[in-house]
């Protein structure tokens, strides 16, 4: 692998930005550098102006992901998703496995590892999600299995009864086993009885449209969940780690926690942070271009959740990926509109893996809300940090994998679902100016894409990641 030099640019990590320049040899960081050194190198980058961040890790996406017993998955594979991520300055991520229902979590953990790595044009991990101990007896020895094979991170459903939701019980025990292998448990924090039974109530006054699916997933069933799991987690002795918070009530839950000292870190999503209820309540069966869980609510519900990443109660952002299509692909299995008119049929999830570090610059940085440092810290440093990969992702750093980002911070670019890599056939943030973007991503050192918006990645060049316990496991709030 030849070496290369970016030159003239603003490094920036989480604790600080500093003017240097970087040095590329076999895949790493090998220096960093005042711009007095001569340095010979086999290709020379021309940063001026621009800045060199981390590549970004997005640790919550779903490719090619199956839903619904299994009829259905997601409209983006491993490769076509992973191309996406990568144009959008994304350079890791972390998707889920799902126990198939003829074959233990173990087994589907590596086939699902094996497709993946055929495909996957950036560095990849898995998280396991456990199923309902009725679903497997004995899931807790694949866990202790799978721990040792870089699953060192397992989530846990608390919605959705009757298919993937665990009871207290079983969050106990799981969480203990956790906490003795250094394993981060993750949790969906819904209450799924409170789901079910708003859902039940909906359905019997005759409103099942689309638009329903907000109702029925209430702040108070994401709020209480997010306070259960926490006192669970902490009888136990465990860290713990929530997945996609979208009600600032929630939010809050674990903004008092971490004051009061709990090891509990949020993430949220761009699609909560920049897009609201008001934007789909009037477009009837198209809503379902909209439906995820918990949901995407109303405008009010936003200052809360950036008062939350600002001081620090919300501690990464990531996509939770799930694109579907609106129109119906020959060679897809049903999508959003399968069911029109009846919102619990309706496929859960949107796309944005390759629009995140856009959206959040522009509505983070560019808004005035936080700097890049903190940028850094949500979309690259943080979860690296959280997922066992860091030093290796997540800075600029002598040693670390060369996943970088050469950021444009005056790009003027429209996102627009044609300019998109991403297969979804709609884009939740059509038409929004973006005033910053990644003009070159490079993955181990080789770039991915260049000015032009080239690509270079070959299918199957993103490794698999045998990740190691969570290095954050402090709560410095």
Not at 44 to 55: H, K, S, T
Not at 184 to 198: F, K, Q, S, T, Y
Not at 343 to 365: A, H, Q, S
Request: proline share 5%; with cysteine; hydrophobic share 40%.
């Amino acid at each position: 692998m030849g070496s290369t030099l970016i030159r003239g640019g603003t490094v920036v990590n989480a604790d600080a930005a500093v003017r240097a320049d970087v040095l590329i040899r076999d895949g790493v960081v090998a220096a960093l550098g005042t711009g007095t050194e001569e340095w010979a190198a086999d290709r020379v980058v021309d940063a001026e102006g621009m800045l060199v961040m981390p590549g970004g890790i997005d640790a919550h996406t779903h490719l090619e992901y199956p839903i619904d017993g299994f009829t259905t998955r997601t409209a983006d594979d491993f490769h076509s998703g992973t191309v996406a991520a990568a144009h959008g300055g994304t350079t890791t991520v972390l998707d889920f496995v799902k126990k198939e229902p003829d074959r233990g979590l173990r087994d589907t953990y590596r086939a699902r590892r094996d497709t993946a790595a055929a495909k996957a044009v950036v560095d990849f991990g898995l998280h396991a999600i456990v199923p309902p101990r009725a679903q497997q007896p004995d899931v807790l020895d694949d866990l202790r299995e799978l721990a040792g094979e870089g699953a060192t991170s397992w989530k846990f459903f608390m919605a959705y009864p009757g298919t993937q939701m665990v009871d207290d019980g079983e969050l106990l025990e799981g969480f203990d086993l956790a906490r003795s292998l250094g394993v981060l448990p993750m949790v969906h924090a819904e209450n799924g009885h409170m789901i079910d039974r708003e859902t039940r109530r909906l359905l019997a006054d005759g409103r099942s449209a689309e638009v329903f699916h907000a109702t029925a997933h209430g702040h108070e069933a994401e709020a209480e969940a997010v306070h259960r799991a926490v006192v669970l987690a902490e009888s136990v002795g465990t860290p713990l780690y929530v997945v996609h918070v979208s009600s600032a009530a929630a939010a809050d839950e674990i903004g008092r926690a971490r004051a009061a000292g709990a090891r509990v870190w949020g993430e949220t999503c761009p699609q909560y942070l920049a897009v609201a209820y008001e934007d789909y309540a009037e477009l009837g069966e198209k809503a379902a271009a909209y439906l995820c869980s918990p949901p995407i609510r109303e405008r009010g519900n936003q200052a809360g959740l950036w008062r939350s990443l600002v001081t620090g109660a919300l501690s990464t952002v990531a996509t939770d990926h799930a694109g579907f299509c609106l129109h119906q692909p020959e060679d897809l299995p049903p999508q959003k509109l399968r069911s029109p008119g009846y919102f619990p049929k309706v496929p859960n999830g949107v796309p944005g893996i390759e629009d995140r570090l856009m959206v959040l610059w522009e509505t983070g940085v560019a808004a005035g809300r936080f700097d890049a440092c903190r940028f850094v810290e949500l979309v690259a440093t943080q979860p690296a940090k959280l997922f066992g990969m860091f030093p290796h992702k997540g800075a600029v750093a002598v040693g670390a994998d060369a996943d970088l980002l050469v950021w444009d911070p005056a790009a003027d670019h429209v996102i627009t679902a044609a300019g998109s890599h991403m297969r979804t056939d709609y884009n939740l943030y059509e038409g929004m100016r973006v005033t910053g973007r990644p003009v070159r991503v490079f993955s181990r050192g080789e770039q991915l894409v260049g000015p032009d918006g080239s690509f270079e990645g070959a299918a199957g060049r993103g490794r698999f990641l045998t990740r190691g316990a969570s290095t954050r496991t402090d709560n410095p709030y």
